[in-house]
């Protein structure tokens, strides 16, 4: 990642950044159910019971490596920040309920490959956005979207996953950066935020709740 941090940047890590708590689930995890509940996003529960999260979190070490700010309190031009795709694709893309391509209990494969498709879609779609995401033409792209319609097992769509989510989690760190008033911080950098867009509906309840953040 170093070639691309030199300078001004925000690097967006779908990961939890900054884990303090000893069990259950981390503020702005509850906050992401609080919000984006209705539509299906919910977070696992991230805690320092967790092997992973004991000696911190692998994404806070990373950034700490690179030399980013992750206290979106501070101002910085060179940050990083966690992120989360499903409130994100929600928001971006109007839709009522979150696009279902990660495997689950009760979704086969015909169900996965059609939702994944319409995430391909989407992202696509984002050619004339604010900031344009260009796709089309790109050779590593259409090796993406040729490879998740030749799929024929849930392990095939499985390694396309991390790629797509990649350009998902780029996509809103430039969101943010273009337009910085239609996301939110939810929680804070004591305990751990998710940056996300935001509705202006969500936008309002945050601000009678006094959910404030930067």
């Not at 320092?48 to 070490?61: D, I, K, M, P």
């Not at 499985?158 to 996509?171: F, M, P, Q, S, T």
Request: hydrophobic share 40%; glycine share 6%.
């Amino acid at each position: 990642m170093r070639p691309w941090t030199d300078g001004p940047c925000l690097v967006a890590f779908d990961a939890p950044m900054i884990v303090v708590n000893p069990s259950g689930q981390r503020p702005c995890e509850r906050l992401v159910a609080r919000y984006f509940g209705r539509y299906g996003a919910y977070c696992h529960p991230t805690n320092t019971a967790n092997a992973s999260f004991t000696e911190g979190a692998r994404a806070l070490r990373l950034a700490d490596a690179l030399g980013l700010q992750v206290d979106p309190s501070v101002p910085a031009e060179r940050r990083a920040a966690e992120v989360y795709p499903h409130p994100a694709l929600v928001v971006l893309f109007d839709l009522p309920r979150i696009l279902q391509y990660k495997a689950k209990p009760g979704r086969d494969f015909g169900h996965l490959q059609a939702e994944l498709l319409r995430l391909v879609g989407c992202l696509e779609s984002l050619a004339d956005a604010s900031p344009p995401l260009l796709l089309k033409g790109n050779q590593e792209w259409e090796r993406i979207r040729s490879t998740v319609e030749a799929a024929t097992t849930k392990a095939g769509l499985k390694r396309l996953e991390d790629a797509i989510d990649g350009v998902v989690c780029a996509y809103i760190a430039a969101y943010a950066t273009f337009n910085p008033t239609h996301v939110h911080h939810l929680g804070d950098a004591a305990t751990g935020y998710i940056l996300t867009p935001i509705t202006p509906t969500i936008a309002s309840q945050l601000v009678q709740t006094k959910e404030v953040l930067w």
